[in-house]
């Protein structure tokens, strides 16, 4: 009983060396690229079929499968983005194309031999997804009215990604301070991280270069915080302030002249005015005078 335990173990442990991955047990890749998996049959017995196959919630889903009655062949669900890259049937490989983070998981390559059976590689896939890494100040409204003088600025940085992506600050001494951190989980598994804080506004922000550092597997930027929107807030805040200024002047002024000239219209026109002498403006005419 021992001995035959003993030679179906080795069996076990031959069938599952009989199939080489050819590339890491593990492969990450950004969302949107393409990744190849290749695997080989190691055994000298021939092979009937290849059949690759994902799996999902705990079963198999195929993928493809090629064979030499008949040929290759790609699942529905898979035909549009998946294809063979090499189609032997003791070595194969498939390729995804623009792959989403629905493509995470692991895959199987089997080889169907005879007389042994199935042999099986394996082989995982890792998705890594960044979009909309960005970084913004704007005037924010202050908490404090008497002291509305002093405007608040509110500086932001945000990312969305697969993992979630991690956002640190390099800042002056002078503006240590610790910013609040939100987080935002979507059901693709995506996370927008948001890092935000606010500070006086003064010339610090002008002299001092703040950055925002975004940290993701597959991608690694320094954001500098932009000041022109700052100077173009200021810039706008006056010229809304000069435009209201017109807008109400232009107006009031064009009505103060135009009530001018109605009232000098009035006091020279003789019908309008019957306190004028009616011989205003007629010529004179001498009366003859009776003997």
Not at 48 to 60: R, S
Not at 98 to 107: A, F, I, R
Not at 261 to 286: A, I, M, Q, T
């Amino acid at each position: 009983m021992m001995v035959t335990c003993l030679l179906l173990s080795s069996i076990w442990t031959a069938a599952r060396a009989s199939v080489q991955v050819l590339n890491r047990k593990v492969e990450s890749v950004q969302a949107g690229e393409n990744i190849t998996f290749s695997c080989q049959s190691a055994t000298k017995e021939d092979v009937i079929q290849v059949t690759w196959q994902k799996e999902v919630d705990g079963a198999e889903d195929n993928i493809a499968t090629h064979s030499v009655m008949n040929g290759q062949k790609i699942a529905k669900a898979y035909v549009s983005h998946v294809s063979f890259a090499h189609s032997q049937l003791k070595a194969s490989a498939i390729s995804l194309h623009g792959v989403t983070l629905q493509d995470e998981g692991c895959y199987k390559c089997i080889f169907n031999t005879f007389p042994s059976g199935a042999v099986t590689g394996r082989m995982c896939l890792k998705v890594y997804a960044i979009s909309d890494p960005k970084v913004e100040t704007k005037f924010i409204p202050s908490p404090d009215k008497a002291r509305d003088s002093e405007k608040m600025v509110g500086m932001s940085c945000s990312a969305t990604g697969k993992p979630a992506p991690k956002i640190t600050w390099h800042l002056p001494s002078i503006l240590q301070q610790k910013p609040r951190e939100y987080h935002i989980e979507f059901s693709n598994q995506t996370v927008t991280v948001i890092s935000n804080f606010t500070h006086t506004h003064s010339k610090i922000l002008q002299e001092y270069p703040i950055t925002c550092v975004i940290q993701h597997p597959s991608l690694n930027v320094t954001l500098v915080l932009p000041t022109d929107s700052l100077e173009q807030g200021q810039y706008s805040s006056m010229a809304l302030a000069i435009a209201i200024a017109v807008g109400v002047l232009v107006p009031l002024t064009s009505l103060v002249l135009l009530i001018c000239l109605l009232l000098l219209r009035h006091r020279r026109d003789p019908e309008r005015n019957p306190s004028w002498p009616c011989w205003v403006g007629v010529p004179f005419l001498r009366v003859p005078q009776n003997s």
